[in-house]
T-cell receptor, first 112, second 114 residues
Framework: ELKVEQNPLFLSMQEGKNYTIYCNYS?????LYWYRQDPGKSLESLFV?????AVKQEGRLMASLDTKARLSTLHITAAVHDLSATYFC????????????FGEGTQLTVNP | KAGVTQTPRYLIKTRGQQVTLSCSPI?????VSWYQQTPGQGLQFLFE???????NKGNFPGRFSGRQFSNSRSEMNVSTLELGDSALYLC?????????????FGPGTRLTVL
């Protein structure tokens, strides 16, 4: 059974600081997603990582994928309050069809 | 291009009742997946439909069922509601089924069971 673990689960940081969220998964996968969720809202797609060594950046967020280590990271640079949200990684297993297996989510709070 | 739509957005039911939720995928998308989100269990996969056929099913009891119509719209039904069924139900659509198809999520239906 595919398992996805994120850490930390809660992250409180000051504006202007950098931090990294980690996502580990248990079996081989061809695709990893990062999503953002605001309270009471749906999931907003941030990044799709397709292959080993993939790196994508959007604004203050950068995601990377190491398929050999079964690890993805979401790096936050110079955090701002607007980044406060819950971030999920999700993995599609090789034999899972379209089924996404999600991590527990990291609740990020950026304090002024 | 319109996104994924879900109706209703909010629903209150009592234990023992049944409920039907609806999802209209992005135009041209033929695969619809359903997920349940609760504070305790997180985001869990319910099932996926493609071309009116269930392709994949998560670990939920038989009270949870779904179907897909020829226009790709999908419904999920929960019978004999329990308090633990209170959740945000999200549907996601993709062009086709399979690992290489990005899923796009709808706004969700918030179900409260009293």
């Amino acid at each position: 059974e595919l398992k996805v673990e994120q850490n930390p689960l809660f992250l409180s940081m000051q504006e202007g600081k950098n931090y990294t969220i980690y996502c580990n998964y248990s079996t081989t996968s061809d695709r990893l997603y990062w999503y953002r969720q605001d309270p009471g809202k749906s999931l907003e797609s941030l990044f799709v990582l397709l292959s080993n060594g993939a790196v994508k950046q959007e604004g203050r967020l950068m995601a990377s994928l190491d398929t050999k280590a079964r690890l993805s990271t979401l790096h936050i640079t110079a955090a701002v309050h607007d980044l406060s949200a819950t971030y999920f990684c999700a993995v599609v297993g090789e034999t899972s069809g379209s089924r996404l297996t999600f991590g527990e989510g990291t609740q990020l709070t950026v304090n002024p | 291009k319109a996104g994924v739509t879900q109706t209703p957005r909010y629903l209150i039911k009592t234990r023992g009742q049944q409920v039907t939720l609806s999802c209209s995928p992005i135009s041209g998308h033929r695969s619809v997946s359903w997920y349940q989100q609760t504070p305790g269990q997180g985001l869990q996969f319910l099932f996926e439909y493609f071309s009116e056929t269930q392709r994949n099913k998560g670990n939920f009891p038989g009270r949870f069922s779904g179907r897909q119509f020829s226009n790709s719209r999908s419904e999920m039904n929960v019978s004999t509601l329990e308090l633990g069924d209170s959740a945000l139900y999200l549907c996601a659509s993709s062009m086709t089924s399979g690992v290489y198809n990005e899923q796009f999520f709808g706004p969700g239906t918030r179900l409260t069971v009293l």
